[in-house]
T-cell receptor, first 112, second 112 residues
């Protein structure tokens, strides 16, 4: 069966520090991968998606970047965090156009 | 603009009650529809897909009205464990590889 792993679960980082969140998927190949952010009291916002190794599409201009160095690995990064980067970051994968998404357990990031 | 609108609630109901959530979407080209459930501080999890003919899964019934661009979720015989936020989700094809657009969710609280 397919599983998705995301870590860390919680993170407190100072403003201006770098960020690296990792997500890996097991039990499937060539998944579509997604990074979402959920700010307090707001809906889920798509940040990045990837349909293959090295292929990244950005949905919203921001202080973040994403990379997909391996088929089942998706990384969210920032060189310098802002207070507004605080939120609940969720990685998700999809097996194709007709399916919904399966989410990882999320990382709750607080920038202080 | 692609939008999914939901009543944020909260819906406070007693155990055993029947409760209905509604959702409207703005893009008539939408192709797939889902209801997700999100527990407090957890990731969203797929509750059920919504099919054109309507579908039922135990105490949960989902319906779709394409002409009115309207989706509903009915929960019968509410349990305490049904307390959560219910997210209406629409999948648009083209552009962002069929990314999901999430409503902000409707919060349900089932009381003893």
């Amino acid at each position: 069966s397919q599983t998705i792993h995301q870590w860390p679960a919680t993170l407190v980082q100072p403003v201006g520090s770098p960020l690296s969140l990792e997500c890996t998927v097991e039990g499937t190949s060539n998944p579509n991968l997604y990074w979402y952010r959920q700010a307090a009291g707001r809906g889920l916002q798509l940040l990045f998606y990837s349909v293959g190794i090295g292929q990244i599409s950005s949905e919203v201009p921001q202080n973040l970047s994403a990379s997909r160095p391996q088929d089942r690995q998706f990384i969210l990064s920032s060189k310098k965090l802002l207070l507004s980067d605080s939120g609940f970051y969720l990685c998700a994968w999809s097996g194709g156009q007709v399916y919904g998404y399966t989410f990882g357990s999320g990382t709750r990031l607080t920038v202080v | 603009r692609k939008e999914v609108e939901q009543d944020p609630g909260p819906f406070n109901v007693p155990e055993g009650a029947t409760v209905a959530f509604n959702c409207t979407y703005s893009n008539s080209a939408s192709q797939s529809f889902f209801w997700y459930r999100q527990d407090c501080r957890k990731e969203p999890k797929l509750l059920m897909s919504v099919y054109s003919s309507g579908n039922e899964d135990g105490r949960f019934t989902a319906q779709l009205n394409r002409a009115s661009q309207y989706i509903s979720l009915l929960i019968r015989d509410s349990k305490l464990s049904d307390s959560a936020t219910y997210l209406c989700v629409v999948k648009f094809y083209g552009g962002s590889q069929g990314n999901l657009i999430f409503g902000k969710g409707t919060k349900l609280s089932v009381k003893p």
